[in-house]
């Protein structure tokens, strides 16, 4: 039973007679050594000592001698075999002495290949001791915490870095270093982080003396189980460098974009990679469909002049820093081209040509012409002016002396407002100018300014700040230009727009007018007609009518005189509104209140009507001129009151929609209007035929469409013959 069990044990195991040596060994210990029962059985005993190493030879003997002469039991002593295939490995032997009667003859030996257990140690020795030696000299701060944000190690760059030591920040929570602030988000981060397992980004953290700083993390969690790991840089200073650099690029970019001038950059292909605004209006024609970066230098100049352009170039490289100016042409749409001016510069820090240039096409044509030369630069189309914050001219071009009369030696060092003030023009303008760009502001606008001679002209004129290195705004650049002619031809073209406007309105008063003339003179002969036919029968007939007869024709009478009335009264207002244009008088009001007022007034004209007001809007005070939405809604609820001649219900609602307007609705369900009559329902004394046998003047929704479009609404109305109409007001929603 016993060699059964030892042949199958997954250990080495050997048995040994104190006087014959090894007597048994296992097939598993045949596998781990190489060597065979029969092999091992025949080696002398220095011949086994050879197959231990040297240097574990020695505590092994001690051990195996002490143990067995105590009668004990040998456990888990390690040492090295020499393999039979050359090869040395660890193993692991437990040895114990059989007795017999008392006396130790036999001894068993437990043996255990440990050789990968040795080299994982051997790893994880290495790995800690690079851990550690990275722990300590990184100059990255490395923080340890538990799963409660309570940091159980840190390395000498963290305390260096938050200004505590060891002591210190070992059992201080994440929180404890989280500015007060930023207390929320850093808890909601510790949650993610939790379930996300990494996290990394920007963080602000407090250090020892006050200090607030900003560092770069990276945090892995259960690095070890229960153990969370932070890698930390302070990046306070780089953040606000780059901070600083976009303010500067910004600041640099307003300044080229309110440029006269052409601001572009090259690369070292050829290839454009930046332009300013003025280019781009002026030769952004020019640019490829797939973007300016795809636009090559020598397809914008005139290919004469590429030569000259290479050579300007090749000599900005070779003097990097140092400005080389060269003239050419550019290609115009209409097909010739433009002189212009260049300046060159190789920048030292990227591979790059930054050139500015003029559109000096007209001073060349001058130049030519009188023998002008190098003057191109200085001869700018508009009036250009440097001036400081005290408003002292430090500097002028040409243009400005031919547009003030001033010389440039007159010019500089005086004050601008001296030189160019105009008297006409209010002291409170130049104290808005003022405040605005000593605000950091650029101005743009029209002003009136005097010549040395005194003359005066309008000039448009833009002020653009300059600031320092510190952002202080040390000059003012002011580019002039003389737009009196401008202005005369505006003015001209608006007074000829009032004229043609004034003579439209006469026109159309005129027709109106006639329109009116004719629509009474007309429309009074009905209602005339029947008066005179009543009076004449009551006069003739009177002695013999009953009462009745007399009761009807005076009532007869008395229903042409309302329609006479009310055609009047109507043909007023329209008159009133379309001649001369009452003044529109908008004042805050309860759209509601007056809604209610108005159905209240119809109702009570009315008993077999049912009139209802429904308020759908949240607003409560809005400015509407109060005599125009009352004719509006008077005129539309009498309209549904009329043609509603069976009774019923006529609603009234008051609605907004979101895109700010007021809309009112009046809905009824009476006769309902032809489709062929919509379009014509809102012209003046326009009357269905199908309504002829109800009284009206034509002129009631040409009155509210007046009033309507006086707030600058609109209205339109939904109507199907014999089912009803809904008319549609909609006005401009102003909440007071």
């Not at 004990?72 to 437990?94: N, S, V, Y």
């Not at 490829?288 to 795809?294: K, R, T, V, Y």
């Not at 979101?658 to 009824?668: P, S």
């Amino acid at each position: 039973v016993w060699r059964l069990i030892l042949d199958n044990s997954p250990n080495a195991v050997a048995l040994i007679n104190l006087e014959r040596g090894i007597y048994y060994i296992n097939p598993a210990a045949e596998a781990l050594l190489g060597y065979s029962l029969e092999e091992i059985s025949h080696m002398q005993p220095d011949e086994l000592a050879e197959l231990v190493h040297p240097e574990d030879l020695p505590t092994l003997r001690e051990k195996l001698n002490g143990h067995l002469q105590a009668l004990e039991l040998l456990e888990q002593l390690e040492f090295r075999l020499r393999l039979k295939d050359g090869g040395t490995a660890w193993f692991e032997i437990r040895c114990a002495p059989i007795r017999m009667t008392g006396d130790v003859l036999q001894i068993i030996c437990i043996v255990r290949n440990i050789e990968a257990e040795k080299q994982v140690q051997a790893a994880n020795v290495n790995n800690e001791a690079k851990f550690s030696a990275i722990f300590e000299h990184t100059q990255d701060a490395i923080l340890l915490s538990n799963n409660d944000a309570i940091y159980t190690d840190v390395n000498p760059a963290a305390c260096e870095m938050l200004g505590y030591t060891r002591e210190e920040l070992i059992g201080k929570t994440v929180w404890d270093l989280t500015p007060a602030e930023h207390q929320d988000a850093g808890k909601q981060a510790w949650d993610d982080f939790a379930v996300v397992g990494n996290l990394s980004g920007y963080y602000p953290l407090l250090c020892k003396d006050g200090r607030q700083i900003i560092v770069d993390y990276r945090a892995v969690y259960d690095i070890l189980p229960g153990m969370h790991f932070s890698v930390l840089r302070d990046v306070t200073e780089h953040i606000q460098l780059e901070e600083n650099f976009r303010t500067n690029e910004a600041r640099l970019r307003s300044l080229l974009e309110s440029q006269t001038a052409y601001v572009v950059r090259i690369n070292d292909e050829g290839h454009f990679t930046y332009a300013n605004q003025r280019y781009l209006e002026h030769y952004g024609w020019l640019i490829p469909p797939d973007g300016l970066n795809h636009l090559n230098v020598s397809a914008t100049v005139y290919p004469e002049d590429i030569p000259a352009m290479m050579a300007a170039g090749g000599q900005a490289i070779t003097n990097r820093g140092k400005p080389v100016q060269v003239v050419l042409r550019k290609p115009a749409p209409e097909g010739n081209y433009r002189w212009t001016l260049w300046e060159f510069v190789a920048l030292d820090t990227v591979r790059e040509i930054q050139c500015i240039g003029f559109d000096i096409t007209e001073l060349h044509h001058a130049q030519e012409q009188i023998n002008l030369q190098n003057t191109a630069l200085e001869a700018a189309a508009n009036a250009i002016a440097i001036i400081d914050r005290e408003s002292v001219v430090v500097w002028v071009n040409p243009a400005f002396t031919t547009l003030t009369g001033y010389s440039r030696d007159e010019a500089i060092g005086q004050r601008i407002g001296d030189l160019q003030r105009s008297p006409q023009q209010a002291p409170e303008f130049y104290k808005n100018l003022w405040e605005t760009i000593l605000a950091g502001e650029s101005w743009s606008g029209t002003l009136e300014n005097r010549r040395k001679d005194g003359s005066t002209y309008i000039e448009e004129q833009m002020i653009t700040p300059v600031r320092d290195g510190h952002d202080n705004i040390t000059h003012f650049i002011a580019v002039k230009q003389d737009v009196s002619q401008r202005e005369r031809n505006e003015k001209m073209q608006q007074d000829y727009e009032r004229l043609k406007d004034s003579f439209a309105k006469e026109r159309k008063q005129n027709a109106l007018v006639q329109q009116i003339i004719s629509a009474l003179s007309h429309d009074l002969r009905t209602p005339l007609s029947v008066i005179q036919s009543s009076k004449d029968k009551i006069q003739r007939y009177y002695p013999r009518m009953t009462d009745e007869q007399r009761t009807q024709a005076m009532d007869a009478i008395d229903r042409q005189v309302k329609f006479t009335v009310d055609l009047l009264e109507d043909t007023v207002q329209l008159a009133r509104g379309e001649l001369t244009e009452r003044e529109f008088q908008p004042r805050p009001l309860n759209l509601s209140i007056l809604c209610q007022v108005s159905v209240d007034e119809i109702a009570s004209t009315t008993t077999i009507h049912d009139l209802r007001f429904e308020n759908l809007a949240t607003f409560e005070a809005v400015l509407v001129d109060e005599l125009l939405v009352s004719r509006i809604l008077l005129n539309l609820l009498s309209n549904a009151l009329k043609y509603s001649p069976d009774g019923g219900e006529i609603r009234l609602e008051l609605d907004e929609r979101e895109d700010c307007w007021i809309v009112l609705r009046v809905i009824d369900f009476g006769l309902g209007i032809r489709k062929e009559d919509l379009e014509n329902i809102f012209n003046p004394f326009f009357r269905s035929p199908d309504v002829h046998a109800i009284q009206g003047t034509g002129l009631g929704l040409s009155i509210v469409k007046d009033c309507v479009e006086r707030h600058n609404g609109r209205i339109h109305v939904e109507s199907e013959l014999g089912k009803g109409s809904t008319f549609i007001v909609e006005l401009p929603l102003s909440v007071q």
